[in-house]
């Protein structure tokens, strides 16, 4: 298993963060954690069998309407 962290922007209430999950649900992963900032920078944790990209996050999180940056 791996884990990827970043930080996702745009996010306001707990179905922004279901709709974010799917997304990364689709693309491999297994676990998502993440820490709601209402309207802020919030952190995200990602478990998955297999490494994700960043390109496959960004292209996930793009298609739940967040702006995705990694440290």
């Known amino acids: ?7 996702v922007t745009g996010m306001t209430c ?7 999950t799917e997304e990364l649900t689709e693309i491999g992963a297994t676990d998502v954690k993440v820490d709601l900032v209402t309207g802020g920078a919030s952190p995200v944790t990602v ?12 292209e996930a999180v ?5 702006t995705v940056s990694f440290s």
């Open 1 to 7: 298993m791996t884990t990827s962290t970043f930080t």
């Open 14 to 20: 707990g179905n922004c963060v279901a709709h974010l």
């Open 47 to 58: 478990t998955s069998d297999a490494p994700l990209t960043e390109d496959a996050i960004t």
């Open 62 to 66: 793009d298609e739940a309407g967040y």
